[in-house]
């Protein structure tokens, strides 16, 4: 079946400090790749996006490369802020579900120190 | 424009009473979900409408789950004997069309706790 794993948290950063959440996934076709945030005390926001292999989504100076050969979409940013401080949740939704729903990994959470 | 919006924000239960929880999705958008975000589950999937269609209910825990969508908007999840492990937080989401290639919008979730 289609799954995602997510690099376990927290991860504690300095503001400035580059950031990378690992994230690889098994799906049976060709899915979509999703980057969700979730805010202290917020809902899921959509934080970018990846609908084919070698295509980069990228917000709010975060990014992440769909890689086909690695089965992975890594999240990254170069300079984190302490606005940053929240759970990140990798995603995918595959083709051959009929009814798309998404598949998520468990989340990391990323707190970031001044 | 308007997000999802869900409500109760939140909602505190006795272990076997039932419980309705409501969603509002984005004016337009076809396709409706529900999740389920518990402490050590992470996010699963409940529940999906499109249109019209049949829903698909494959992610319903058990049977004391269920769920309905009336006029293709507002849509209603069903807890009924709530146990203990029900708590956590119920989020709906949704999406112009039910397609890999487009993104779901979630509602701020409803957090359930059973008592």
């Known amino acids: 079946g289609n799954s995602v794993t997510q690099m376990e948290g927290p991860v504690t950063l300095s503001e400035e400090a580059f950031l990378t959440i690992n994230c690889t996934y098994t799906a049976t076709g060709y899915p979509s790749l999703f980057w969700y945030v979730q805010y202290p005390g917020e809902g899921l926001q959509l934080l970018l996006k990846?609908?084919?292999?070698?295509d980069k989504g990228s917000n709010k100076g975060f990014e992440a490369t769909y890689r086909k050969e690695t089965t992975s979409f890594h999240l990254e940013k170069g300079s984190v802020q302490v606005s940053d401080s929240a759970v990140y949740f990798c995603a995918l939704s595959d083709p051959n579900s009929g009814n798309t729903p998404l598949v998520f990994g468990k989340g990391t959470r990323l707190s970031v120190i001044a | 424009g308007a997000g999802v919006s869900q409500s109760p924000s939140n909602k505190v239960t006795e272990k076997g009473k039932d419980v309705e929880l409501r969603c509002d999705p984005i004016?337009?958008?076809?396709?409706l979900y529900w999740y389920r975000q518990s402490l050590g589950q992470g996010l699963e999937f409940l529940i999906y409408?499109?249109?019209?269609?049949?829903?698909?209910k494959s992610g319903l825990p058990s049977d004391r789950f269920s769920a309905e969508r009336t006029g293709g908007s507002v849509s209603t999840l069903t807890i009924q004997r709530t146990q203990q492990e029900d708590s956590a937080v119920y989020l709906c989401?949704?999406?112009?069309?039910?397609?890999?290639?487009?993104?779901?919008?979630f509602g701020p979730g409803t957090r359930l706790l059973v008592l």
């Open positions: 004016s337009g958008h076809t396709a």
């Open positions: 409408f499109q249109g019209n269609s049949a829903p698909d």
């Open positions: 989401a949704s999406s112009l069309a039910p397609d890999r290639l487009v993104a779901q919008y």
């Open positions: 990846a609908t084919k292999a070698d």
